[in-house]
């Protein structure tokens, strides 16, 4: 079936050591989302690519950055993780526009030791 | 600032009764409207979209949307314990790659059997 993928489900880091996460679609959406949910708390758009656009959110950390190679694949990197970054990382996929539905991956829960 | 806002609940209905969550926003310009269920630890899930004034139904959910009072709502009709999880209400605010979609809080569902 067409969906969201997202590698690991589960990361366990140290604190300043970089991760990464992976997030991969066979939907062929054009618009790939990034969001940082912490518990209790609303999803957190870090940043978004419309194609090979990039536009990150102004309030997104610079410890945070993304790639996304190909049209099914996209990245989030996380340079120095702190404890404040631990949270659920959600990726998300539509097809044109943010008018458009988002559909989700199962999520990346990051946990900072 | 534009923002979405929900009921933080926590919301408590017997099983088979009508659940009914509430979401206004701020912004009149917005276009897309959206209800997406999260069970803890997962991700969320599209239950229904909404573009224009009225009632959409989809099974047991009705959404209802009224531009002119900034508000759109969830029905949940014969409520089970299964829809026991966290509803988020979430607003388009823009157009194309300028929008931004922005979800309130959550308003978190028990369901009794």
């Known amino acids: 079936d067409a969906m969201v993928i997202q590698n690991p489900r589960y990361q366990v880091t140290q604190f300043g050591k970089p991760v990464t996460l992976s997030c991969s679609q066979t939907?062929?959406?054009?618009?790939m989302y990034w969001y940082q949910q912490k518990s209790s708390q609303a999803p957190k758009l870090l940043f978004h690519?419309?194609?090979?656009?990039?536009?990150n959110e102004a309030d997104t950390p610079d410890n945070f950055q993304s790639r996304r190679p190909n049209t099914s694949f996209c990245f989030l990197d996380i340079r120095s993780p702190g404890l404040g970054d631990a949270a659920m990382y959600l990726c998300a996929t539509s097809r044109m526009s943010f008018q458009e539905t988002q559909y989700f991956g199962p999520g990346t829960r990051l946990l900072v030791l | 600032q534009k923002e979405v806002e929900q009921n933080s609940g926590p919301l408590s209905v017997p099983e088979g009764a009508i659940a009914s969550l509430n979401c206004t926003y701020s912004d009149r310009v917005s276009q897309s409207f959206f209800w997406y269920r999260q069970y803890s630890g997962k991700s969320p899930e599209l239950i229904m979209s909404i573009y224009s004034n009225g009632d959409k139904e989809d099974g047991r959910f009705t959404a209802q949307l009224n531009k002119a009072s900034q508000y759109v709502s969830l029905l949940i009709r014969d409520s089970q314990p299964s829809d026991s999880a966290t509803y988020l209400c979430a607003v388009n605010f823009g157009d194309n790659q300028g929008g931004k979609l922005i979800f309130g809080q959550g308003t978190e569902l028990s369901v009794k059997p």
């Open positions: 939907l062929n959406h054009n618009v």
């Open positions: 690519y419309y194609d090979k656009d990039f536009n």
